[in-house]
């Protein structure tokens, strides 16, 4: 039970992170790429995702008696269109692995469903985050 509480909030603290990056990097890149309304919009809709995905976790880490942690990451507003997708392959690969080890350590078959859901969206992002960075010419 603790692991997975542990588990939970990595998860929390990393779906916030990417609430934030995906929003502020959606107003960058709309302004600094030509096109880039586009990219725009996807990023803001992964971040509406993430931001459910958040909301999720923090409800059954509270329930569970645990504590979700919040975390505030500074971003580098320079970083390079293709730093910022690389980046996001890494961490929706993260996300990916510890909502598989998350599904693997519930108990609970209501929740699993719900982590099941979640990690198909995380699987989607990943996938289209793949896809830009192969498909930008930068
Ligand atoms: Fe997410
Ligand atoms: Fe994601």
């Known amino acids: 039970m603790e692991n997975f509480l542990e588990l939970l909030n990595t998860a929390f603290i990393a779906e916030y992170e990417d609430v934030f ?28 995702m993430e931001l459910k995905h958040a909301d999720l976790l923090a409800m059954k880490l509270i329930k569970l008696g645990g504590r979700p942690t919040w975390q505030f990451r500074q971003i580098d ?41 979640i990690r198909d969206n995380e699987k989607e992002h990943l996938e289209k985050v793949t896809y830009l960075l192969k498909k930008i010419k930068f």
């Open 21 to 48: 990056l995906y929003l502020r990097e959606s107003s960058i890149f709309k302004k600094k790429i030509a096109g880039g309304e586009k990219l725009a919009e996807i990023f803001e809709d992964f971040s509406v």
């Open 77 to 117: 507003d320079s970083a390079s269109l293709k730093d910022t997708l690389q980046r996001h392959v890494i961490s929706e690969s993260r996300l990916y692995k510890i909502y598989t080890d998350l599904i693997d350590a519930c108990a609970d078959r209501n929740f699993k469903i719900v982590l099941k859901g």
